[in-house]
Nanobody, 126 residues
Framework: QVQLVESGGGLVQPGGSLRLSCAASGRAFSTYCMAWFRQAPGKEREFVGAISWSGATTFYSDSVKGRFTISRDNAKNTVDLQMNSLKPEDTAVYYC???????????????????WGQGIQVTVSS
């Protein structure tokens, strides 16, 4: 069992930056692929990016590639999402998720993920 708690959301102006953090508790955090998803009002949950259990591999959606960076600290059981050059279309509830997928490095489907945080609001607006 893994419990996930996001922090760091809020209101930011277009072009600004924000850093989300996800704190995990439970067993074997370092064996899980970790990801961030987001869901805007009236839209389906969308994959943002993921990082492999070791941190050696990352993968991002085209909509955030080059602007967002995922990192993890297995000693502290945390995974972060650094968001730069934010746009109004980045406004959404952001979710941290954990998947145990030893056969692959990265999972991109929401159905691959076993554990989810409660979500945190990010609003990009002037």
């Amino acid at each position: 069992q893994v419990q996930l708690v996001e922090s760091g959301g809020g209101l930011v102006q277009p072009g600004g930056s924000l850093r989300l953090s996800c704190a995990a508790s439970g067993r074997a955090f370092s064996t899980y692929c970790m990801a961030w998803f987001r869901q805007a009002p009236g839209k389906e949950r969308e994959f943002v990016g993921a990082i492999s259990w070791s941190g050696a591999t990352t993968f991002y959606s085209d909509s955030v590639k080059g602007r967002f960076t995922i990192s993890r600290d297995n000693a502290k059981n945390t995974v972060d999402l650094q968001m730069n050059s934010l746009k109004p279309e980045d406004t959404a509830v952001y979710y941290c998720a954990a998947a145990f997928v030893p056969q692959v490095s990265i999972a991109t489907l929401a159905t691959d993920y076993d554990y989810w945080g409660q979500g945190i609001q990010v609003t990009v607006s002037s």
